[in-house]
């Protein structure tokens, strides 16, 4: 099955930028999702494919997808920044589709 | 405004089962595909289950297959997932999840917990 790394933790100051990988073989030729959960809520949809927004979520919020890695940046960092981050993709090498999620990342503010 | 509302969740003994509930509201819930997501206390997101729009295609995630159920009402605007045989390591925070066309998760619920303990 498709594995996805991500660091366990980013730190970063605010005003700074973080930036949180999502690695996987070949992850460049998959689209890539990342979502946003804060403690005890649910995750919110920060990205999808690869580098586009929903609508409401920031513009300091922006994605990269290329090689094996897969990149969420986070500009202009705030407090209310601080969340655990997940990256996703969809897996078809099974014998059945499947949806896979990295093993998060948490992000610090400091 | 897309809600999603997940019950049914509980302390259940090992063995045991439990349905979970999801409701549907502020969208064309019949147009959509679903899924269930669990997340483990203190663990990562891990998906579980997706049944499409009409009912007619359903995927399980290996480590439940065989043991849950996912299911649809389109007249009721409901998904369920159905558990038996629980174990230790289905104790988790359950989520129902819309799906979108491009194979990400655009609304969740906000979860029902499941506590499978003696």
């Known amino acids: 099955s498709y594995v996805l790394t991500q660091p366990p933790s980013v730190s970063v100051a605010p005003g700074q930028t973080a930036r949180i990988t999502c690695g996987g073989n070949?992850?460049?030729?998959?689209?890539v999702h990342w979502y946003q959960q804060k403690p005890g809520q649910a995750p919110v949809l920060v990205v999808y494919?690869?580098?586009d927004r929903p609508s409401g979520i920031p513009e300091r919020f922006s994605g990269s997808n290329s090689g094996n890695t897969a990149t969420l940046t986070i500009s202009r960092v705030e407090a209310g920044d601080e969340a655990d981050y997940y990256c996703?993709?969809?897996?078809?090498?099974?014998?059945?589709?499947?949806?896979?999620f990295g093993g998060g990342t948490k992000l610090t503010v400091l | 405004e897309v809600q999603l509302v997940e019950s049914g969740g509980g302390l259940v003994q090992p063995g045991g089962s439990l349905r979970l509930s999801c409701a549907a509201s502020?969208?064309?819930?019949?147009?959509?595909?679903m899924n269930w997501v669990r997340q483990a206390p203190g663990k990562g997101l891990e998906w579980v289950s997706y049944?499409?729009?009409?009912?007619?295609?359903?995927y399980y995630a290996d480590s439940v297959k065989g043991r849950f159920t996912i299911s649809r009402d389109n007249a009721k605007n409901s998904l369920y997932l159905q558990m038996n045989s629980l174990r230790a390591e289905d104790t988790a925070v359950y989520y129902c999840?819309?799906?979108?066309?491009?194979?990400?998760?655009?609304?969740w619920g906000q979860g029902t917990l499941v506590t499978v303990s003696s």
């Open positions: 996703q993709v969809w897996d078809s090498s099974s014998d059945h589709p499947y949806w896979v």
């Open positions: 999840a819309r799906f979108t066309d491009a194979d990400y998760f655009d609304y």
């Open positions: 070949n992850i460049g030729s998959k689209s």
């Open positions: 049944i499409s729009s009409s009912g007619s295609t359903i």
């Open positions: 502020g969208f064309t819930f019949s147009s959509y595909e």
């Open positions: 494919d690869d580098s």
